[in-house]
Protein backbone atom coordinates (compact mmCIF):
# COMPACT_ATOMS: atom_id res chain seq x y z
CA UNK A 1 0.00 0.00 0.00
CA UNK A 2 1.36 3.71 -0.94
CA UNK A 3 2.65 5.36 2.32
CA UNK A 4 0.69 8.90 3.28
CA UNK A 5 2.78 11.64 4.63
CA UNK A 6 -0.05 11.54 7.50
CA UNK A 7 2.00 8.17 8.92
CA UNK A 8 5.08 10.33 9.46
CA UNK A 9 4.64 13.33 11.18
CA UNK A 10 6.92 14.29 13.85
CA UNK A 11 9.26 11.84 12.13
CA UNK A 12 12.22 12.76 9.11
CA UNK A 13 11.37 12.91 5.70
CA UNK A 14 14.24 13.42 4.03
CA UNK A 15 13.78 15.52 0.48
CA UNK A 16 16.30 14.36 -2.72
CA UNK A 17 16.46 17.42 -4.97
CA UNK A 18 15.03 19.95 -1.75
CA UNK A 19 16.29 23.30 -4.02
CA UNK A 20 13.66 22.84 -6.55
CA UNK A 21 10.94 25.75 -6.64
CA UNK A 22 7.89 23.27 -5.49
CA UNK A 23 10.07 20.97 -3.38
CA UNK A 24 11.85 23.70 -1.26
CA UNK A 25 8.03 24.99 -0.60
CA UNK A 26 6.91 21.78 0.09
CA UNK A 27 10.19 21.34 2.62
CA UNK A 28 8.28 24.45 4.25
CA UNK A 29 5.20 23.12 4.63
CA UNK A 30 6.03 20.18 6.26
CA UNK A 31 8.07 21.90 8.76
CA UNK A 32 5.37 24.23 9.66
CA UNK A 33 3.25 20.95 10.20
CA UNK A 34 5.64 19.68 12.63
CA UNK A 35 8.17 17.03 10.42
CA UNK A 36 11.32 16.65 10.77
CA UNK A 37 12.91 17.44 7.40
CA UNK A 38 16.39 16.88 5.90
CA UNK A 39 17.16 17.68 2.28
CA UNK A 40 20.01 17.16 -0.59
CA UNK A 41 20.68 19.22 -3.58
CA UNK A 42 22.93 18.28 -6.14
CA UNK A 43 23.59 22.41 -6.19
CA UNK A 44 23.58 25.45 -3.80
CA UNK A 45 20.90 27.64 -4.51
CA UNK A 46 19.21 30.84 -2.86
CA UNK A 47 16.31 27.90 -1.80
CA UNK A 48 18.70 25.98 0.37
CA UNK A 49 20.30 28.95 1.83
CA UNK A 50 16.48 29.76 2.91
CA UNK A 51 15.73 26.68 4.00
CA UNK A 52 18.63 25.98 6.53
CA UNK A 53 17.42 29.53 8.13
CA UNK A 54 14.37 27.57 9.23
CA UNK A 55 16.20 25.26 10.61
CA UNK A 56 16.33 22.26 7.50
CA UNK A 57 19.37 20.72 6.60
CA UNK A 58 20.24 20.73 3.33
CA UNK A 59 23.63 19.01 2.04
CA UNK A 60 24.94 19.49 -1.31
CA UNK A 61 25.46 16.93 -3.58
CA UNK A 62 23.69 13.42 -3.09
CA UNK A 63 24.97 10.79 -0.83
CA UNK A 64 23.60 7.42 0.46
CA UNK A 65 24.62 8.49 4.23
CA UNK A 66 21.81 11.45 4.04
CA UNK A 67 19.11 8.71 3.93
CA UNK A 68 20.11 6.87 7.65
CA UNK A 69 17.50 7.27 9.90
CA UNK A 70 14.54 9.19 7.73
CA UNK A 71 11.50 7.48 7.93
CA UNK A 72 10.11 8.42 4.38
CA UNK A 73 12.12 9.56 1.37
CA UNK A 74 10.33 12.41 -1.32
CA UNK A 75 11.89 12.85 -4.67
CA UNK A 76 11.21 15.58 -7.60
CA UNK A 77 10.84 13.88 -11.06
CA UNK A 78 14.26 15.13 -11.47
CA UNK A 79 15.63 12.20 -9.35
CA UNK A 80 15.76 9.32 -11.25
CA UNK A 81 15.45 5.48 -9.46
CA UNK A 82 19.22 4.70 -10.22
CA UNK A 83 20.24 7.95 -7.67
CA UNK A 84 22.27 6.77 -5.08
CA UNK A 85 20.39 8.14 -2.42
CA UNK A 86 17.05 6.75 -3.92
CA UNK A 87 19.02 3.23 -3.82
CA UNK A 88 20.30 3.18 -0.65
CA UNK A 89 16.22 4.20 0.95
CA UNK A 90 15.56 1.24 -1.21
CA UNK A 91 18.53 -1.21 0.12
CA UNK A 92 17.15 0.11 3.82
CA UNK A 93 13.60 -0.62 3.29
CA UNK A 94 12.53 3.01 3.73
CA UNK A 95 9.24 4.24 1.69
CA UNK A 96 10.03 6.60 -0.97
CA UNK A 97 7.22 9.29 -2.53
CA UNK A 98 7.17 11.58 -5.62
CA UNK A 99 7.22 15.20 -4.91
CA UNK A 100 3.32 14.67 -6.74
CA UNK A 101 1.83 12.48 -4.27
CA UNK A 102 3.21 14.43 -1.40
CA UNK A 103 1.34 17.57 -3.08
CA UNK A 104 -1.57 15.92 -3.92
CA UNK A 105 -1.66 14.24 -0.45
CA UNK A 106 -1.67 17.45 1.04
CA UNK A 107 -4.19 18.98 -0.35
CA UNK A 108 -6.61 15.97 0.91
CA UNK A 109 -9.47 17.54 3.29
CA UNK A 110 -9.77 21.13 1.55
CA UNK A 111 -13.39 22.27 1.07
CA UNK A 112 -11.68 23.86 -2.19
CA UNK A 113 -9.12 22.85 -4.09
CA UNK A 114 -8.43 25.57 -7.04
CA UNK A 115 -5.28 23.70 -9.49
CA UNK A 116 -3.85 26.02 -12.04
CA UNK A 117 -2.59 23.98 -14.80
CA UNK A 118 -1.50 25.04 -18.72
CA UNK A 119 1.55 24.53 -20.78
CA UNK A 120 2.82 28.29 -19.31
CA UNK A 121 1.57 31.04 -17.32
CA UNK A 122 1.10 28.67 -13.96
CA UNK A 123 2.64 30.52 -11.53
CA UNK A 124 1.42 34.21 -12.11
CA UNK A 125 -2.15 32.89 -12.29
CA UNK A 126 -1.70 31.14 -9.15
CA UNK A 127 -0.12 33.76 -7.27
CA UNK A 128 -2.48 36.44 -8.27
CA UNK A 129 -5.47 34.51 -7.43
CA UNK A 130 -3.45 34.13 -3.83
CA UNK A 131 -3.09 37.94 -3.87
CA UNK A 132 -6.88 38.33 -4.79
CA UNK A 133 -8.14 36.09 -1.83
CA UNK A 134 -5.72 37.54 0.70
CA UNK A 135 -6.84 40.90 -0.22
CA UNK A 136 -10.34 39.54 0.06
CA UNK A 137 -9.74 38.62 3.28
CA UNK A 138 -9.58 35.06 3.09
CA UNK A 139 -6.88 32.19 4.61
CA UNK A 140 -5.89 29.85 1.54
CA UNK A 141 -3.11 27.35 1.65
CA UNK A 142 -1.16 27.98 -1.23
CA UNK A 143 2.01 26.25 -3.18
CA UNK A 144 3.27 28.54 -6.05
CA UNK A 145 6.16 27.24 -8.10
CA UNK A 146 8.21 30.74 -7.11
CA UNK A 147 8.46 32.97 -4.39
CA UNK A 148 5.69 35.72 -4.23
CA UNK A 149 6.80 38.75 -1.73
CA UNK A 150 2.57 38.65 -0.99
CA UNK A 151 3.11 35.14 0.30
CA UNK A 152 6.55 36.07 2.10
CA UNK A 153 8.23 32.82 0.11
CA UNK A 154 6.31 29.87 -2.27
CA UNK A 155 3.90 28.73 0.07
CA UNK A 156 1.38 29.87 3.14
CA UNK A 157 0.04 27.51 5.23
CA UNK A 158 -4.02 28.52 5.96
CA UNK A 159 -7.36 27.23 6.75
CA UNK A 160 -8.46 24.20 5.79
CA UNK A 161 -10.73 25.53 3.51
CA UNK A 162 -9.00 26.52 0.50
CA UNK A 163 -5.87 25.29 -1.13
CA UNK A 164 -4.39 27.01 -4.13
CA UNK A 165 -1.69 25.39 -6.28
CA UNK A 166 -0.29 25.02 -9.49
CA UNK A 167 -0.76 21.41 -11.73
CA UNK A 168 2.04 20.54 -13.36
CA UNK A 169 1.88 17.93 -16.39
CA UNK A 170 5.17 17.42 -16.34
CA UNK A 171 5.34 13.37 -16.17
CA UNK A 172 1.34 13.65 -15.42
CA UNK A 173 2.32 14.77 -12.11
CA UNK A 174 -1.04 16.54 -11.73
CA UNK A 175 -3.09 13.28 -11.91
CA UNK A 176 -2.22 12.50 -8.23
CA UNK A 177 -4.22 16.20 -7.20
CA UNK A 178 -7.60 15.96 -6.56
CA UNK A 179 -9.34 19.32 -7.79
CA UNK A 180 -13.10 20.91 -7.35
CA UNK A 181 -12.02 23.65 -9.73
CA UNK A 182 -9.23 24.01 -12.35
CA UNK A 183 -7.92 26.86 -14.34
CA UNK A 184 -6.67 25.74 -17.52
CA UNK A 185 -4.57 28.68 -19.48
CA UNK A 186 -3.49 26.66 -22.52
CA UNK A 187 -2.09 23.72 -24.07
CA UNK A 188 1.40 24.10 -26.02
CA UNK A 189 3.86 21.80 -27.00
CA UNK A 190 6.05 21.03 -24.21
CA UNK A 191 7.37 17.55 -22.46
CA UNK A 192 7.10 15.46 -25.06
CA UNK A 193 9.66 13.40 -24.23
CA UNK A 194 6.85 12.38 -21.61
CA UNK A 195 4.27 12.47 -24.29
CA UNK A 196 4.66 11.40 -27.15
CA UNK A 197 2.77 13.64 -29.19
CA UNK A 198 0.23 16.56 -28.42
CA UNK A 199 -2.73 13.86 -28.90
CA UNK A 200 -1.33 12.61 -25.74
CA UNK A 201 -0.99 15.97 -24.20
CA UNK A 202 -4.49 16.77 -24.80
CA UNK A 203 -5.53 13.55 -23.14
CA UNK A 204 -3.59 13.93 -20.14
CA UNK A 205 -4.92 17.03 -19.82
CA UNK A 206 -8.57 15.81 -20.31
CA UNK A 207 -7.77 12.61 -17.85
CA UNK A 208 -6.63 15.75 -15.23
CA UNK A 209 -10.04 17.79 -15.44
CA UNK A 210 -12.09 14.10 -15.44
CA UNK A 211 -10.67 14.26 -11.80
CA UNK A 212 -13.11 17.31 -11.14
CA UNK A 213 -16.37 16.28 -9.00
CA UNK A 214 -19.74 15.81 -10.67
CA UNK A 215 -20.03 19.65 -9.69
CA UNK A 216 -16.79 20.89 -9.92
CA UNK A 217 -15.67 23.91 -12.35
CA UNK A 218 -13.35 24.08 -15.31
CA UNK A 219 -12.42 28.19 -16.14
CA UNK A 220 -10.60 27.63 -19.32
CA UNK A 221 -9.43 29.61 -22.18
CA UNK A 222 -11.55 29.85 -24.92
CA UNK A 223 -8.99 31.20 -27.54
CA UNK A 224 -6.71 28.13 -27.41
CA UNK A 225 -8.47 25.22 -30.23
CA UNK A 226 -6.56 22.28 -28.21
CA UNK A 227 -8.23 24.34 -24.68
CA UNK A 228 -11.53 24.20 -26.05
CA UNK A 229 -11.58 20.60 -27.90
CA UNK A 230 -10.61 18.97 -24.29
CA UNK A 231 -13.54 21.31 -22.48
CA UNK A 232 -16.06 20.08 -24.96
CA UNK A 233 -15.39 15.83 -24.03
CA UNK A 234 -15.41 17.25 -20.40
CA UNK A 235 -19.34 16.78 -18.67
CA UNK A 236 -18.30 19.26 -16.35
CA UNK A 237 -19.50 22.92 -15.56
CA UNK A 238 -17.44 25.41 -17.38
CA UNK A 239 -16.53 28.93 -17.65
CA UNK A 240 -14.37 30.69 -20.30
CA UNK A 241 -12.00 33.48 -20.99
CA UNK A 242 -10.57 35.53 -23.27
CA UNK A 243 -9.06 38.92 -24.87
CA UNK A 244 -12.44 38.84 -27.02
CA UNK A 245 -13.81 35.48 -26.64
CA UNK A 246 -15.32 33.62 -23.99
CA UNK A 247 -17.21 34.58 -20.78
CA UNK A 248 -15.11 36.69 -19.16
CA UNK A 249 -13.44 39.57 -21.59
CA UNK A 250 -11.61 42.29 -21.46
CA UNK A 251 -12.23 45.84 -22.94
CA UNK A 252 -11.26 48.96 -23.24
CA UNK A 253 -7.54 48.59 -22.99
CA UNK A 254 -5.19 51.47 -22.44
CA UNK A 255 -1.27 50.84 -21.43
CA UNK A 256 0.70 53.58 -19.25
CA UNK A 257 4.19 54.57 -20.55
CA UNK A 258 5.58 51.18 -19.03
CA UNK A 259 3.01 49.19 -21.02
CA UNK A 260 0.91 48.32 -17.77
CA UNK A 261 -2.55 47.69 -19.18
CA UNK A 262 -5.98 48.96 -17.56
CA UNK A 263 -8.91 47.17 -18.50
CA UNK A 264 -12.46 46.58 -18.44
CA UNK A 265 -13.69 43.40 -17.17
CA UNK A 266 -16.60 41.93 -18.24
CA UNK A 267 -18.77 38.83 -18.03
CA UNK A 268 -21.11 37.91 -20.86
CA UNK A 269 -20.33 41.10 -22.10
CA UNK A 270 -21.16 43.41 -19.22
CA UNK A 271 -18.42 45.24 -17.15
CA UNK A 272 -18.18 43.92 -13.81
CA UNK A 273 -15.09 45.77 -12.31
CA UNK A 274 -12.05 47.91 -13.82
CA UNK A 275 -8.78 46.26 -13.62
CA UNK A 276 -5.40 48.03 -13.41
CA UNK A 277 -2.31 45.39 -13.39
CA UNK A 278 1.38 45.99 -11.92
CA UNK A 279 2.44 43.58 -14.61
CA UNK A 280 2.80 44.52 -18.67
CA UNK A 281 1.45 42.01 -20.95
CA UNK A 282 -1.52 41.32 -22.54
CA UNK A 283 -0.92 37.58 -21.28
CA UNK A 284 -1.30 38.75 -17.94
CA UNK A 285 -4.58 40.63 -18.83
CA UNK A 286 -5.86 37.01 -19.66
CA UNK A 287 -4.35 35.79 -16.18
CA UNK A 288 -5.93 38.65 -14.40
CA UNK A 289 -9.44 37.39 -16.34
CA UNK A 290 -9.12 33.86 -15.20
CA UNK A 291 -8.29 34.65 -11.46
CA UNK A 292 -10.97 36.94 -11.55
CA UNK A 293 -13.13 33.74 -12.65
CA UNK A 294 -12.06 32.27 -9.82
CA UNK A 295 -11.98 34.56 -6.88
CA UNK A 296 -15.86 34.97 -7.87
CA UNK A 297 -16.49 31.18 -7.92
CA UNK A 298 -14.64 31.27 -4.21
CA UNK A 299 -17.25 33.60 -3.42
CA UNK A 300 -15.44 36.68 -3.48
CA UNK A 301 -16.33 39.99 -4.06
CA UNK A 302 -14.78 40.43 -7.91
CA UNK A 303 -14.05 44.66 -7.24
CA UNK A 304 -12.60 43.45 -3.99
CA UNK A 305 -10.28 40.68 -5.84
CA UNK A 306 -9.60 43.86 -8.68
CA UNK A 307 -8.33 46.10 -6.30
CA UNK A 308 -6.08 43.10 -4.62
CA UNK A 309 -4.33 42.72 -7.90
CA UNK A 310 -3.47 46.38 -8.29
CA UNK A 311 -0.55 45.65 -5.65
CA UNK A 312 0.47 42.18 -7.57
CA UNK A 313 4.01 42.97 -8.56
CA UNK A 314 5.03 39.69 -10.13
CA UNK A 315 6.74 36.50 -8.95
CA UNK A 316 10.37 36.02 -8.62
CA UNK A 317 12.10 34.82 -11.87
CA UNK A 318 9.00 35.98 -14.16
CA UNK A 319 10.32 39.19 -16.54
CA UNK A 320 12.05 40.36 -12.82
CA UNK A 321 14.26 43.28 -12.88
CA UNK A 322 17.75 42.71 -11.23
CA UNK A 323 19.44 45.67 -11.64
CA UNK A 324 21.71 47.97 -13.73
CA UNK A 325 25.14 46.60 -15.43
CA UNK A 326 26.89 49.32 -17.58
CA UNK A 327 23.75 51.22 -18.22
CA UNK A 328 22.00 47.95 -18.98
CA UNK A 329 18.96 47.18 -17.70
CA UNK A 330 18.99 43.50 -16.63
CA UNK A 331 16.07 41.11 -16.72
CA UNK A 332 15.33 37.38 -15.67
CA UNK A 333 12.25 35.60 -17.31
CA UNK A 334 11.56 31.38 -16.08
CA UNK A 335 10.54 30.73 -19.37
CA UNK A 336 11.90 28.02 -21.48
CA UNK A 337 9.66 26.79 -23.99
CA UNK A 338 9.36 29.10 -27.41
CA UNK A 339 6.13 30.03 -26.35
CA UNK A 340 7.14 31.35 -22.83
CA UNK A 341 10.27 33.24 -24.20
CA UNK A 342 8.44 34.58 -27.26
CA UNK A 343 5.46 36.34 -24.49
CA UNK A 344 8.96 37.16 -22.42
CA UNK A 345 10.35 38.77 -25.02
CA UNK A 346 6.79 40.64 -25.89
CA UNK A 347 6.72 42.67 -22.78
CA UNK A 348 10.44 43.71 -23.07
CA UNK A 349 9.79 45.62 -26.29
CA UNK A 350 7.14 47.20 -24.14
CA UNK A 351 10.12 49.04 -23.06
CA UNK A 352 10.72 50.93 -25.79
CA UNK A 353 14.42 49.60 -25.75
CA UNK A 354 17.15 47.82 -27.69
CA UNK A 355 16.52 44.46 -26.36
CA UNK A 356 19.16 41.68 -25.85
CA UNK A 357 17.78 38.28 -25.28
CA UNK A 358 19.91 35.79 -23.78
CA UNK A 359 18.54 32.03 -23.66
CA UNK A 360 19.82 28.82 -22.14
CA UNK A 361 17.83 26.47 -23.77
CA UNK A 362 16.69 23.74 -21.30
CA UNK A 363 16.85 19.80 -21.53
CA UNK A 364 18.10 17.91 -24.87
CA UNK A 365 15.10 16.79 -25.06
CA UNK A 366 13.05 19.83 -25.02
CA UNK A 367 15.28 21.11 -27.78
CA UNK A 368 15.20 17.91 -30.17
CA UNK A 369 11.24 17.96 -30.05
CA UNK A 370 10.62 21.91 -30.22
CA UNK A 371 13.54 22.88 -32.40
CA UNK A 372 11.69 24.81 -34.94
CA UNK A 373 9.90 27.16 -32.40
CA UNK A 374 13.32 27.42 -30.63
CA UNK A 375 14.57 29.36 -34.20
CA UNK A 376 12.04 31.94 -34.32
CA UNK A 377 10.92 32.11 -30.84
CA UNK A 378 13.42 35.34 -30.12
CA UNK A 379 12.79 36.78 -33.67
CA UNK A 380 11.52 40.10 -31.89
CA UNK A 381 14.76 40.69 -29.78
CA UNK A 382 17.38 42.32 -31.26
CA UNK A 383 19.95 40.33 -30.80
CA UNK A 384 20.17 37.01 -29.67
CA UNK A 385 22.27 34.88 -27.10
CA UNK A 386 22.50 31.52 -26.77
CA UNK A 387 24.49 29.70 -24.26
CA UNK A 388 25.42 25.85 -23.77
CA UNK A 389 22.27 23.35 -23.24
CA UNK A 390 21.27 22.97 -19.63
CA UNK A 391 20.74 19.30 -19.26
CA UNK A 392 19.15 19.34 -15.75
CA UNK A 393 17.89 15.32 -15.53
CA UNK A 394 19.50 14.46 -18.78
CA UNK A 395 22.55 12.86 -20.42
CA UNK A 396 23.96 14.80 -23.83
CA UNK A 397 22.49 12.75 -26.47
CA UNK A 398 25.60 14.05 -28.87
CA UNK A 399 23.27 14.78 -31.73
CA UNK A 400 22.28 18.44 -30.83
CA UNK A 401 24.29 21.58 -29.39
CA UNK A 402 23.41 24.89 -29.36
CA UNK A 403 25.39 26.04 -32.58
CA UNK A 404 22.94 24.12 -34.57
CA UNK A 405 20.19 26.54 -33.00
CA UNK A 406 22.36 29.68 -33.60
CA UNK A 407 22.78 28.67 -37.62
CA UNK A 408 19.07 27.87 -37.51
CA UNK A 409 18.24 30.88 -36.08
CA UNK A 410 20.41 32.89 -38.53
CA UNK A 411 18.55 31.36 -41.54
CA UNK A 412 15.76 32.85 -39.89
CA UNK A 413 17.09 36.01 -40.00
CA UNK A 414 17.77 36.06 -35.90
CA UNK A 415 20.91 38.16 -35.09
CA UNK A 416 22.22 35.17 -32.99
CA UNK A 417 25.22 34.67 -31.15
CA UNK A 418 26.74 31.22 -29.37
CA UNK A 419 27.76 32.42 -26.02
CA UNK A 420 28.59 28.66 -24.24
CA UNK A 421 29.82 30.07 -21.11
CA UNK A 422 28.22 32.57 -18.61
CA UNK A 423 32.02 33.80 -18.83
CA UNK A 424 31.51 34.20 -22.58
CA UNK A 425 28.02 35.69 -22.42
CA UNK A 426 29.19 38.03 -19.49
CA UNK A 427 32.26 39.38 -21.57
CA UNK A 428 29.78 39.78 -24.66
CA UNK A 429 27.51 41.99 -22.85
CA UNK A 430 30.10 43.84 -21.80
CA UNK A 431 31.94 44.15 -24.79
CA UNK A 432 29.01 44.69 -26.85
CA UNK A 433 25.81 46.23 -24.74
CA UNK A 434 25.22 49.78 -24.92
CA UNK A 435 23.70 51.96 -22.16
CA UNK A 436 20.05 51.77 -22.47
CA UNK A 437 20.10 48.72 -23.52
CA UNK A 438 17.42 46.11 -21.85
CA UNK A 439 18.99 42.16 -21.37
CA UNK A 440 16.61 39.79 -20.71
CA UNK A 441 18.17 36.05 -19.54
CA UNK A 442 15.47 33.15 -20.09
CA UNK A 443 15.52 29.57 -18.84
CA UNK A 444 14.47 27.44 -15.83
CA UNK A 445 18.02 25.85 -15.34
CA UNK A 446 20.78 28.05 -13.92
CA UNK A 447 20.82 31.19 -16.14
CA UNK A 448 18.95 33.52 -13.32
CA UNK A 449 22.72 33.35 -11.78
CA UNK A 450 24.16 34.99 -14.71
CA UNK A 451 22.49 38.27 -13.82
CA UNK A 452 23.47 37.66 -10.11
CA UNK A 453 27.12 37.23 -11.28
CA UNK A 454 27.13 40.56 -13.75
CA UNK A 455 25.77 42.64 -10.96
CA UNK A 456 28.30 41.56 -8.41
CA UNK A 457 31.18 41.54 -10.86
CA UNK A 458 29.98 45.29 -12.08
CA UNK A 459 29.45 46.53 -8.03
CA UNK A 460 32.96 45.21 -7.30
CA UNK A 461 34.43 47.52 -9.97
CA UNK A 462 32.70 50.51 -9.10
CA UNK A 463 34.56 53.25 -6.85
CA UNK A 464 33.31 53.19 -3.28
CA UNK A 465 31.38 56.50 -2.38
CA UNK A 466 33.37 58.79 0.23
Same mark, same amino acid.
Given at each position: ?????????????????????????????????????????????????????????????????????????????????????????????????????????????????????????????????????????????????????????????????????????????????????????????? @??????????????????????????? #????????????????????????????????????????????????????????????????????????????????????????????? @???????????????????????????????????????????????????????? #????????????????????????????????????????????? @???????????????????????????????????????????????????????
Amino acid at each position: MEPHITDFRGARVHMIGIGGSSMSGLAEMLKSEGYRVTGSDSNESHAAQRLRLMDIPVSIGHHPEEIQGAALVVYSAAIHEEDEERVEALRLNIPQMDRAVLLGQLMEGYRDTLCVCGTHGKTTTTAMTAQMLLGMGMDPTVHVGGRVDALGGSTRLGSQDIFVAEACEFNRSFLHMPPTIAILLNIEED @HLDVYGDMEHVEEAFFQFLSRLPENGL #VIAYAEDERVMRVLEKLPRRAETFGMEKGDWTARDITLNDQGMPTFSACLHGQEVTKVTLNVAGDFNILHALAALAAARALGGDVKTAAEALT @HFVGAHRRFEYTGDVKGMKMYHDYGHNPAEMRSAISVARLKNRRVIAVMQPHTYSR #VISLFNGYLTCTGEADITLVTDIYGAREKDPGTINSQMLVDGMRK @HGVDAHLTPSFEDTENWLLENGQPGDLVLTMGCGNINLLNELMQQHWDEKQPEET
